[in-house]
């Protein structure tokens, strides 16, 4: 039995739990997948046993309890990866901790307009003046990242990192609502989705039978 344990949420909406099981699942560290479908009446029930938080997602290991997925994402690096959770060289591992926090503190009217289901696929969809700035910011994260670090590998910081974990579900957004993507960052939006494990989260994603309303568009 795997001594880590991963708390979800419904794999069709829950982009904050996509990225802790990504970065788990890309580095082959071993865990116990725990899924607690969310917005039902035994939700905060289900939630009480394992988040004091009660949110999703949430790492156990034994007696050690951890919540948010940017602080799981880097203990894993810590305890599991010898830190190669990070890119290895100085610049590009600034820069990563910094976009990831400012994913991980910003682009609300993307969240809000653009929530994160895998089922969907719209052709016309119109996001606000205020969602199209936030779309326009991550191109230019995505953008700075590959020219900066692309010669060290295909992913945002050169080697697959934390960065990329949290930015996941922003591809599969992207995808979903149609936001178009050229050159370097549609070749980098295609790789995330053609990640086996990104696959394999969209595809269950997408075979749930819950309908979380106030998710839909």
């Given at each position: 039995m795997s001594e880590l344990s991963l708390v979800i949420g419904?794999?069709?909406?829950?982009?904050?739990?996509?990225?802790?099981?990504?970065?788990?699942?890309?580095?082959?560290?071993d865990f116990k997948e725990i899924r607690v479908a969310l917005y039902t009446p035994e939700t905060h029930e289900n939630l009480a046993k394992y988040s004091p938080s009660l949110k999703v997602p949430v790492l156990?290991?034994?007696?050690?309890?951890?919540w948010d997925s940017l602080a799981i994402c880097e203990y894993i690096s810590?305890?599991?990866?010898?830190?190669?959770?990070?890119?290895?060289?100085?610049?590009?591992?600034a820069i990563?901790?910094?976009?990831?926090?400012?994913?991980?503190?910003?682009?609300?009217?993307?969240?809000?307009?653009?929530?994160m289901n895998c089922r969907k696929?719209?052709?016309?969809?119109?996001?606000?003046?205020?969602?199209?700035?936030?779309?326009?910011r991550i191109k230019?994260?995505?953008?700075?990242?590959?020219?900066?670090?692309?010669l060290d590998g295909e992913w945002l910081c050169g080697e697959f990192s934390i960065a990329d974990c949290m930015f996941a579900p922003v591809v599969i957004r992207f995808?979903?609502?149609?936001?178009?993507?050229?050159?370097?960052?549609?070749?980098?939006?295609?790789?995330?989705?053609?990640h086996p494990d990104v696959a394999i989260w969209i595809k269950e994603g997408a075979e749930e039978s819950e309908v979380i309303e106030i998710a839909e568009v």
């Open positions: 419904n794999k069709n909406y829950s982009s904050w739990s996509l990225r802790p099981w990504l970065l788990l699942k890309h580095f082959d560290i156990i290991q034994t007696s050690r309890v951890i810590e305890s599991h990866l010898s830190n190669r959770g990070w890119p290895k060289s100085a610049d590009a591992r990563a901790r910094s976009v990831c926090a400012e994913m991980h503190s910003g682009f609300f009217a993307l969240r809000n307009e653009l929530p696929q719209f052709l016309d969809f119109e996001p606000s003046a205020a969602a199209l700035s936030e779309v326009q230019a994260i995505w953008g700075e990242c590959r020219e900066r670090f692309g995808h979903g609502y149609g936001i178009v993507l050229e050159g370097e960052l549609k070749a980098y939006a295609e790789r995330v989705l053609s």
